[in-house]
């Protein structure tokens, strides 16, 4: 068998086109949906996303804003500009770019933003509204997850599906989306004993972990859907994701590519989650 891709390029430029149309009636109403993001320190990776971030959000019709502040920024100065835009009508997303430098709590800065404008859904608020299924931002990568899920006809309902990660960000959220989602989830992580025994047994195989070749083909049922949210780099520095890619398409039914998989579906997310939170504030 030879798997068929879930193109995360693809998908994001059709969601991207909505974010887009719902930017310009917004925008009709006299709100342009704004975002803020705040990156501290000069760590070259973060540099990059952020600037991914706010291109993705000119590309759409969104408002956004980018506020760079050195390493050496105090924790309470951080703290209050959280509080100035969670005050500023012109934002309504606002985005702490992680990881922060060590001297600042990132648990403190998160629970600082209003959880209307939590749009990278880490607020302790959020997870608790995914817990108890009450509206609330989703984490973006896994939201992203659930639509290539959509995307391919996919329902979760019936499904068993196993997430490799456990996560704040990704692994717990997922697990709990696909919850939502009436499939039967299994979470695995780095004490799972025999993660093939799982993972075998899964219709759906989320991989969230960050170490090459953790799922190989012979730990997957043949059919199975695989998404790889894995980043890492090969041994010649090329991007690769926690899926033995080569392997696991050859007995998988959808893959996801890595790049051009969960990584595009991502900040796509992040957008959708802005335009729904200047929604909720124009109404
Ligand atoms: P993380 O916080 O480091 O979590 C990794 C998880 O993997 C942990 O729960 C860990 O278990 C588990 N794990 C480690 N080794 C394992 C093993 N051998 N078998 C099974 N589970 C194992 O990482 P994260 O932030 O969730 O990110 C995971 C990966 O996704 C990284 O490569 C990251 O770069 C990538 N990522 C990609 C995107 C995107 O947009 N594409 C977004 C976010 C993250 P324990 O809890 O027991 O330690």
């Known amino acids: 068998m030879s798997a068929q891709l ?28 704004g975002l803020a993001v705040i990156l501290v320190g000069d760590n ?18 969104l408002h956004s804003v980018l506020e760079q502040y050195p390493a050496t920024m105090s924790e309470a100065e951080l703290l209050a500009r959280i509080e100035a835009l969670n005050a500023d009508a012109a ?5 702490v770019q992680l990881p922060l430098p060590a001297h600042i709590d990132a648990h403190k800065v998160i629970e600082t933003i209003s959880p209307a404008k939590d749009v990278d859904g ?10 108890v299924g009450q ?7 896994p939201y992203g997850c659930m639509k290539m899920l959509e995307s391919i006809g996919c329902d979760p309902k019936g499904k068993h599906a196993v997430v490799i990660g456990r996560s704040n960000i990704v692994g717990k959220p997922m697990a709990l989306m696909l919850l939502a989602a009436s499939a039967t989830v299994t979470v695995c992580h780095s004490a799972t004993p025999d993660l093939g025994a799982m ?4 219709d759906i195989v989320v991989a969230a972990v960050g170490k090459r070749n953790v799922l190989t083909a012979e730990m997957v049922k043949p059919g199975a859907v695989v ?26 039914g959808w893959i996801t590519p890595v790049p051009g998989g969960v990584g595009p579906m991502t900040i796509t997310m992040l957008l959708v989650n802005t335009i729904e939170a200047a929604e909720r504030a124009a109404t």
């Open 91 to 95: 934002i309504h997303g606002i985005l």
């Open 135 to 141: 509206p609330g931002f989703k984490p973006c990568t």
């Open 6 to 33: 879930i193109d995360g390029n693809a998908l994001s430029k059709q969601l991207r086109a909505e974010v887009s149309a719902r930017a310009a009636a917004l925008r009709a109403r006299g709100t342009t949906p």
């Open 227 to 252: 998404i790889d949210v894995g980043m890492n780099r090969d041994d010649a520095g090329k991007l690769c994701g926690d899926v033995d890619f080569a392997g696991v398409s050859k007995v998988a």
């Open 199 to 202: 993972t075998r047994q899964a």
């Open 44 to 61: 070259p990776a973060s540099q990059v996303y952020v600037r991914n971030k706010v291109k993705a959000c000119h590309d759409s019709g």
């Open 122 to 131: 880490f607020h302790v608020a959020s997870a608790g509204a995914l817990v």
